[in-house]
């Protein structure tokens, strides 16, 4: 960005008090800023405490060696006793831990004690096959119980586990592997996706033949499609593959967990790509599980005794690490796991999963409200959402049409919607507003969290008055925060803590508002300059979504000869809306009406698809590549790489 801070061009007005009931039984209050202002580490301290140590911590945090932090580093625990067993030893046994429910339909409960049980034989059939503490595993899964179980049983042991998102490539599984050095790699047959099965093992036996993966011992495989191995093009591999109901069905269902350091590694997890080659991001034990465990109790506001929880991310990403496992788990919810796609087998899959279950907090993505939206508001209106009380919302910034929809169309009017700002690097939640404290605003995630220090600062890293833009930074350690980059300590240096000193730098543009609210305004690296003033995508492309006929946007910054960069702009148009001549005409004029003269789009494309990442991330970068007539950068985490050629196709000429 240029030393022009970003303009704030976006006026939202509309503001939603917290339901006067919520508030009144909230499981945090306003009080809980107050006392982590006043002491952040005693804070943290007493959040350390809503988890069972088998020695307590007497220290919370060590920053004598910046920015290399630990936490709680004297404290000992167990990562899966405290998400399973404690729940069972505290009479809970019978709850419900995971309402599973696969996409043709087959479901699946399992309760604590279930859970324990199958946590325990999959630990002992990882010792069988030699995992021992500090190995790494791989897991390479649908969205099946397995999953979770597999990653509990790494936790148990202190194996790290490196989940890899099941619909990536053998070459991503391959360099993932091998990057971890991994000795046991934990996969299945294959998962349901869109009505059939989709084989993972061939990607396994693929990526195995690489080099760099010799050291994987072992391949535990679940069986779920049934699917003959040899029909997907997969081979079996004798003393090597094992499958998965051979050996830990037959294993004992005690295993006594044993307490590792706060520090010891957790996971490592790469991030999703969105701005170029992913980074493995490494989490450690107490800190991570300590505000995993927290936020989810406070910005979900979960009651476990009552609650019915869902967040529709898949494992393979941090919100399905901190939001499915970790968080949910830790404090002893019930919640729900599915297996598919949202409109398999039709658009209203989700809201009959909903139904069934009774639904109380739904956590997704605004890429999944924003199809939602183009589905059309007849399709939730079909089911009964009521028991819905707290919707969230994570993964890019929620456009303030797409926000007020959600809370509208899927939170009867009444929830409220909370929009959580974080990264697979922060572990966990930072900003994000309070269901029973905040007074709402569509497209803003507002306060950092009680015990959290962020702001936004300029070029020369001074914090930008209230009504300005600059780029998000934490101020502070926090105790979910990566300790590293496997492997690389100075990418981890370079890539965080060199651009500001002291100040861990996000990647991520922000504005705050007038009253001093934080408002995501799209990456670092997407930020436009048009005619000497940074203009965030974010806000155009919220301003296109504020048009009846627009359901989805893409906006880039492409060289410009006379304005340095001209504002490039993909719609995918909501059902039903043509694509007739005034269209890009009236667009224009919209964002014109809502932003100003200066953020009007130059070029407006109607499109089928938007190039997303396998975490429904758009990926601006590669649209810029075509309305800069560029070869395409790494594709890798592309959903559907078929999305950028249907684009290509569109552009009348190359610019
Ligand atoms: P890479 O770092 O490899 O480019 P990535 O940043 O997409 O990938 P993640 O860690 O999955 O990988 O995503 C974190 C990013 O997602 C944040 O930095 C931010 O840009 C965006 N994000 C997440 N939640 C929100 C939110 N509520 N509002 C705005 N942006 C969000
Ligand atoms: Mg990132």
Known sequence: MSNESLANLLKEERRFAPPAALAAEANVTAEAYERAKADRLGFWAEQARRLTWAVEPSETLDWSNPPFAKWFADGKLNVAYNCVDRHVENGLGDRVA?????????????????????????????????????????????????????????????????VVFGGFSADALATRVKDADARVVITADGGYRRGKPSALKPAVDEALTRPGTENVRSVLVVRRTGQPLEEAGSTWTE??????????????????????????????????????????????????????SYTHHAVFDLKPESDVYWCTADVGWVTG???????????????????????????????????????????????????????????????????????GSVGEPINPEAWVWYREHIGGNTTPVVDTWWQTETGAIMVSPLPGVTETKPGSAQVPLPGIAATVVDDEANEVPNGSGGYLVLTEPWPSMLRTIWGDDQRYLDTYWSRFEGRYFAGDGAKKDEDGDIWLLGRVDDVMLVSGHNISTTEV??????????????????????????????????????????????????VAKQL???????????????????????????????????????????TDSSVMDLIQSKLPSAP
């Not at 995992?131 to 999953?147: F, K, L």
């Open 98 to 162: 995971l309402h599973f429910e696969g996409e043709p339909g087959d479901s699946r409960s399992l309760t604590y004690a279930e859970l324990q049980s199958e946590v325990c034989r999959a630990a002992n059939a990882l010792i069988e096959l030699g995992v021992q503490t500090g190995d790494r595993v791989a897991i390479y899964m649908p969205m099946i119980p397995e999953t979770v179980i597999a990653m509990l049983a790494c936790a148990r042991l202190g194996a790290p586990h490196s």
């Open 239 to 292: 003393g090597r593959d094992v499958w998965w109901h051979e050996l830990v069905d037959r294993q004992s269902d005690q295993h006594t967990p044993e307490a590792f350091d706060a520090e010891h590694p957790l996971f490592i997890l790469y991030t999703s790509g969105t701005t170029g080659k992913p980074k493995g991001i490494l989490h450690t034990t107490g800190g991570y599980l300590t505000q995993a």
């Open 321 to 391: 690490h901190s939001y499915i496992v970790y968080g949910p788990l830790s404090n002893g919810a019930t919640e729900v796991l599915y297996e598919g796609t949202p409109d398999t087998p039709h658009q209203g899959r989700w809201w009959e999963i909903v139904q069934k279950y009774g639904v109380t907090v739904l956590y997704t993505a605004p890429t999944a409200i924003r199809a939602c939206m183009k589905w059309g508001d007849d399709i939730p209106a079909k089911f009964d959402l009521s028991s819905l009380r707290v919707l």
């Open 541 to 590: 492309e919220s301003a296109l979504v504020s048009h009846p006929k627009v359901a989805e946007a893409a906006v880039v910054g492409a060289a410009d000869p006379q304005t340095t960069q001209a504002i490039c702009a993909f719609v995918i148009l909501r059902g039903g809306a043509a694509e007739d001549d005034g269209l890009v005409e009236e667009l224009r004029a919209h």
């Open 596 to 638: 100003g003269p200066i953020a009007k789009p130059k070029r407006i494309l109607p499109v089928a698809e938007l190039p997303k990442t396998r975490s429904g991330k758009i990926m601006r970068r590669l649209l810029r590549d075509i309305a800069e007539n560029r070869a395409l950068g790494d594709v890798t985490t592309l």
